[in-house]
């Protein structure tokens, strides 16, 4: 027998191959499953959008819900409604994904006697809680968010018809003191409005109005319309931030000074003192409050605020001297048992400068709905611990997470016979129910909100409910009409559908559907005047529980907020707009504390604030926070929920059991993901009964172990190289530039592209309005035109502007990347490894980031200090450069240069070097190390994914295409008519979600669209490390420091 | 971008059914030709054809002959594929837009009665993809029709098909030889009309 040569060898293991590969290709095995009846508005490739309201949220934003195939795939804002105008924040957008969520319910479920859920029909449940309510509903309460106001109506009306205990409107960061303190200040029921967008001089008393206060989006739009520099040129707006913390908001500010947490009022108190002593207030106000501010001289308040006295005096100048100033009272975090009194202070404050009228509204309070009540829910507590509850029904909230320990809320709720849950995924409040009755999500439910008076949105469903769900009202009007034919005739006949048509009979349905609401925004009085009730305004430093040397603030997190967001992956895997860590808690303490406990960053701490309350956190140090505070945001210690708490590592929802990378080191360690601050947290209340969350001291003790945190910027030094810019207002306005002609370019490469351009025949002209001197040095050109890099017969260079001055850091911009463009969600573990996968991050640094260190490691890795600013916001993506270092080093041309422009990336071609991403200044390229797509979409949710990307598996690099789908999607039309893509048709995803409009996107080569004009900035205009010569397509426009207020 | 709700739209093709059912209607004596429908030899034929295991294809959930269709009663493309002008997806007929005739017509043929039996159901039909494209090729067909392109371009003769296959077709792309639907196929095409042959056009 002739033996096997190699030849031979591969000769037949080609055939084998060859014929496994026909085999393989021969049979088509995808299905191609038209609709049985395709609906009339549905075009299979073309999105149909349905307007809607968000409900991530009290704001009540409008929305633009992006459908393809009857799935929603994309929430916009709606450019209509006059809270967000088109945008909208990251928690917003990823609220998508509540509806495709792998935690949700199938359907209604009862729990068994072993504790374990079991399914049940609508109708045995729906019998179930009738009988629960037939032998006497007296004991029967609703507890919940606020539905809106339809819903709200039939609520009460259900409340009565039942005969049921009552209802309560749950809200955890309800601004309760807010009306309470109107109503003590100006005599009247009114609910303040601020539009920030008239004033010029802004003063925050620790309030986080970007963040999470009452409209966060709107504030953020106003504060940037307010110091729009092009506006402007006097620099608009000055911001003045007091608070113990550097928040995001406090960045933001041009002053940020570190007072004392919960001496707001006094502050305030003292401010008023200078405003009337500086010719503020009319003759009436100064005698009515002479006795109040007696105590607030700058003096002694500056021995109770930490704040010296001659910038209380200067602040309070301003304020009297600025024309329409406006005052933000304490809130969130800051709520004490102080914060009727401390918000009415700063209410008076805003009176006696003439705010009023002006950048404060004090609308009517909206006549429908309930509003949230703290001091109604803690009576419930005590009726049901008392067992006077025999049933409760909680919906579209988690008391169970969001209520304070000493409350004993989970204990309570052990005594109640019966708890009937309508959440529609896990939590911790249906992880004790005994019933749970699904509702739909807000994509799949009608609705409508009332952000404030006069603005009305409305909900309607998107999609059809993809568990077996029910309208909240649907199931408890039929639950009622179970419980007797006298309750049914005493409740509301037909759907919730026909009742909220039949609430917005004064309008065309219609049209309402089509624009998400009625907007006839309201004003209120042009004046107002002081109520007698001043006099006793009761301004005291807060009293505090616990023994500790530091003030525990427990903060609402900016994208998880209350806790709610904990369970939508992208809000986990956004990092925190201040320390950049993801998926963690961790608590934040000064340097020195740090040091006087010997620990550094990861290191864990006992936290005890008194009782058996205590808690281990790993701490991270910084420079922007008091040494008398720590900081632990609200919104991790979850114990349910697949992301929100560790569920997904301990690897027990993975349904084929299979890991896709490796389990983490931790895994299985704790239930609960990081730490749930509000157990740590007394039970306190303020003067109206609202709730207080400035509460506790904390002691903190070395718990002598360390944990690894999951950072993903390590360093906030920009190490003098041009990256988050800034220019001072006073150059602005002295004509510098913010790119100094030394630094500027490499002489070779400007040299090369003179010679290019003359091979052309072409001049290389300076673009207009830049001075010539400005580009030259030594006879040689050296600035460029990004508009240069494309073919020169393509009539497109994309290109885009971000103004750092507009950037807040929210990470709405990073959100609507991660929906946009599927890009996949890596988790903790991975995190750490610097996997993370976004396209757009938002860097952040501080100061102008000067080498403050010689050789090793700089004593901190901050550059933060206590009362100074200076924060960059840089969102960082693919530069799309003319000379992209990435390009040349790809050895199969899977990235490269296309004709409009744009740095390509053909994941089909990628074999997966990682060449490019190694010689990539930017570091914007990602590397899929596993199949992260798999993990990041289990069922439902990849019904989600955006049909128009493609998504990518292992092995392959991808970054930012300036969404050059949507690129795509604008030329059809514009081929169709036979004319170029119009300036605006294309808005990539993070332009289009941006709160401020920092972003601009558009054709450089046409000199009249909005970012040729903005690109073309010669006083701020710059591109990030332009030394490398990359001649990027996105140009910067450095951040405006407008210094201190002067007076 | 964000363009509200659109209200509704009557689908064309339904209209002219509608058209189409109101005039036989009328004609006198097509009451009886509707009632005792009888399909011609030629349908029943290209029925048989259309299940035919030895012709090449897979087989289809419905003996569904396009020679018939588009052959012999020469209904266009568009007519049953409706979006395909203005979507990039091609649209597969919904069951409804087949019960718009077959509600009237060849009531005695297999295929009819496995479509009737959909209907009443209201089950989706199943096919078998024939011309597929990777994931990450996002080919718009409304730019190709806008082009002037003919369908048959790609999906070969499907007028004389009973049976739907995809059509060898092999040319050389750089040496190298390429088949149908695949990138150098594609890009020889794209060559010859001078159409964008940027990566990012159908990769992204």
């Known amino acids: 027998m002739p033996e096997l040569d190699r030849r031979d060898f591969l000769k037949l293991v080609g055939v084998g191959a060859g014929a496994a590969a026909a085999a393989g290709c021969s049979d088509p095995v995808e299905k191609l499953i038209p609709y049985v009846v395709q609906p009339d508005i549905i075009t299979p490739g073309i999105p149909v959008y349905y307007a809607s309201t968000c409900r991530e949220c009290p704001a009540g934003c409008g929305l633009h819900v992006k459908t393809r195939e009857g799935r929603p795939i994309k929430l916009e804002g709606n450019p209509e409604h006059p809270v967000n105008k088109g945008s909208l924040c990251a928690r917003g957008q990823a609220g998508l994904g509540r509806t495709y969520h792998p935690d949700r319910f199938p359907g209604p479920m009862l729990r068994g006697s072993d504790g374990k859920l079991a399914p049940i029909s609508w109708k045995d449940a729906t019998e179930l809680v009738a009988t629960k309510l037939r032998g006497g509903a007296g004991g029967a309460y609703l507890l919940g968010s606020d539905p809106g106001p339809t819903a709200s109506g039939v609520l009460d009306k259900w409340v009565a018809a039942v005969g049921a205990g009552g209802r309560i409107v749950y809200e955890p960061f309800a601004p309760e003191a807010l009306v309470e303190a109107a109503q003590l200040v100006f005599g009247n029921a009114s609910e303040p409005v601020f539009d920030l967008s008239k004033a010029d001089l802004v003063v925050s008393f620790a309030n986080d109005f970007l963040e999470t206060w009452v409209s966060p989006v709107e504030h953020a739009r106003q504060l940037a319309e307010a110091r729009d520099i092009s506006a402007h040129p006097e620099g608009g707006a000055r911001f003045v931030y007091f608070g113990p913390r550097l928040s995001m908001t406090a960045s933001s500010s041009d002053e940020w000074i570190p007072a004392r947490p919960g001496s707001e009022g006094i502050l305030a108190m003292a401010l008023a003192r200078v405003v009337l002593e500086n010719g503020g207030g009319s003759a009436s106000e100064r005698a009515l409050l002479a006795g109040v501010l007696d105590g607030f001289d700058a003096e002694r308040a500056a021995a109770r605020t930490g704040v010296d006295a001659k910038t209380i005096e200067r602040v309070g100048k301003a304020l009297a001297k600025a024309k329409a100033p406006i005052a933000l009272p304490p809130a969130g975090g800051f709520a004490s048992n102080r914060a009727r009194a401390a918000t009415a202070a700063v209410l008076v404050l805003n009176q006696l400068t003439g705010a009023v009228g002006k950048t404060l509204a004090l609308l009517p309070l909206p006549s429908d709905g309930k509003r949230a009540s703290y001091k109604e829910l803690l009576a419930l507590v005590d009726s049901m611990k008392s067992g006077k509850v025999s049933v409760l029904l909680v919906h579209g909230a988690d008391p169970a997470y969001s209520m304070p320990q000493t409350t004993d809320f989970a204990d309570a709720l052990t005594k109640v016979p019966f708890v009937v849950s309508f959440a529609s995924s896990t939590d911790e409040t249906s992880a004790l129910a005994h019933l749970i009755l699904p509702e739909h999500t807000p994509l799949e439910s009608w609705g409508d909100a009332q952000p404030r008076a006069g603005v009305r949105s409305v909900l309607q469903p998107a999609v059809r409910p993809l568990q077996d769900t029910q309208a909240l009202i649907d199931a408890l009007l039929d639950i009622g009409r179970a419980v007797s034919p006298e309750v049914a005739a005493k409740l509301p006949t037909g759907s919730f559908r026909t009742l909220l048509e039949a609430a917005w009979s004064d309008a065309d349905f219609r049209q309402v559907l089509q624009r998400g609401g009625v907007f006839a925004e309201k004003s209120g009085p042009a004046s107002a005047s002081l109520s007698p009730g001043v006099a006793k305004l009761g301004v005291a430093d807060p009293v505090l529980e616990g023994e500790g040397d530091y003030v525990l603030l427990a903060l609402p997190s900016p994208l998880l907020y209350d806790g709610r967001g904990a369970n939508l992956p992208w809000l986990q895997e956004i990092p925190d707009p201040v320390t950049k860590i993801v998926w963690q808690s961790w608590l934040e303490v000064s340097h020195e504390t740090a040091q006087k406990l010997g620990l550094v960053a990861g290191d864990v701490v006992v936290i005890e604030t008194g009782g058996q309350r205590r808690a281990e956190v790993p701490v991270v140090p910084r420079g922007g926070i008091r040494n008398d505070v720590v900081a632990l945001a609200v919104g991790q210690g979850h114990t349910q929920g697949l992301y929100a708490s560790r569920e997904l590592e301990r690897g027990v929802n993975d349904p084929q059991g299979k890991r896709l990378y490796p389990l983490p080191e931790n895994a299985g360690r704790q239930v609960a993901r990081g730490v749930n601050v509000i157990s740590l947290l007394a039970a306190a209340t303020d003067e109206a009964g609202g709730r207080a969350w400035l509460t506790t001291k904390a002691k903190l003790t070395k718990a002598g172990r360390s944990e690894r945190v999951a950072f993903t910027g390590a360093n906030d030094n920009m190490r003098e190289r041009m990256l988050g810019e800034a220019i001072t207002l006073s150059d602005l306005v002295a004509g510098k530039s913010v790119v100094d002609p030394e630094m500027l370019g490499l002489a070779a490469s400007v040299k090369e592209r003179l010679q290019d351009a003359a091979r052309r025949g072409e001049e290389m002209t300076p673009p207009a309005g830049v001075p010539a001197e400005a580009l030259t040095r030594n006879g040689e050109l050296i600035a460029f035109n990004p508009a240069d890099d494309a073919k020169p017969g393509s009539p497109y260079r994309w290109g885009m502007s971000i103004d750092l001055d507009r950037c807040t850091g929210c990470s709405a911009c990073v959100a609507a990347c991660y929906l946009e463009n599927n890009v996949p969600i890596v988790g903790e573990e991975q995190s750490i490894r610097g996997r993370i996968m976004s396209w757009l991050r938002l860097e952040r640094y501080v100061t102008d980031g000067d080498i403050d260190y010689v050789g090793g490691r700089p004593p901190h890795s901050t550059l933060e200090r206590l009362g100074h600013v200076g924060v960059r916001h840089l969102p960082m993506l693919c530069q799309h450069c003319g000379s992209a270092p990435c390009e040349p080093v790809c050895p199969v041309f899977a990235t490269y240069h296309n004709p409009e422009g744009l740095n390509g990336m053909v994941y089909n071609r990628c074999i997966g070097t990682r060449y490019c991403s190694n010689n990539c200044p930017y570091k914007v390229r990602r590397f899929n190390y596993f199949d992260y797509s798999l993990e990041t979409w289990p069922e439902p949710m990849k019904l989600m994914l955006n049909p128009d990307v493609t998504v990518r598996c292992q092995g392959v690099m991808e970054k930012c295409t300036y969404c050059a789908q949507r690129v795509e999607f604008a030329r059809q039309p514009a081929k169709n008519e036979k004319r170029l893509i119009r300036d605006g048709e294309v808005t990539p995803a993070c332009a289009q979600s941006c709160p401020t409009q920092a972003i601009t996107f558009g054709n450089l080569k046409d000199a009249d669209s909005q970012v040729a004009k903005k690109a073309s900035d010669p006083k701020r205009g710059y591109h990030a490390l332009h030394v490398l010569n990359t001649r990027p397509a996105t140009t910067y426009l450095a951040k405006v420091v407008r210094g201190p207020v002067e007076v | ?204």
Request: glycine share 8%.
């Open chain 2, 1 to 204: 971008m964000s363009e509200p709700a659109p209200g509704h739209r009557i689908a064309l093709p339904f209209l002219l059914f509608a058209v189409v059912t109101v005039v036989v209607l009328a004609l006198p004596g097509a009451r009886e030709v509707s009632a005792q429908a009888k399909s011609s030899e030629t349908a029943l034929e290209a029925q048989k054809l259309a299940w035919d295991d030895n012709a090449p294809g897979p087989k289809q959930p419905i003996p569904f002959s396009h020679a018939i269709h588009a052959g012999q009663y020469q209904i266009q493309c568009l007519y049953c594929h409706t979006g395909t002008d203005r979507s990039r997806m091609a649209g597969v007929p919904s069951v409804e837009n087949c019960m718009g005739c077959h509600a009237q017509f060849g009531g005695d043929l297999e295929g009819v009665q496995i479509l009737k039996k959909h209907w009443e159901e209201k089950t989706p039909i199943e096919w078998q993809q024939i011309h597929r494209l990777p994931e990450y090729v996002k080919f718009r067909h409304n730019r190709h029709i806008q082009a002037g392109v003919a369908c048959q371009t790609c999906h070969g003769p499907v007028q004389e098909m009973n049976k739907v296959y995809l059509v060898p077709d092999r040319g050389w792309m750089n040496g190298v030889p390429v088949a149908k639907l695949e990138m150098g196929w594609c890009i020889n095409c794209h060559n010859k009309n001078k159409a964008s042959i940027d990566c990012l056009t159908c990769h992204h």
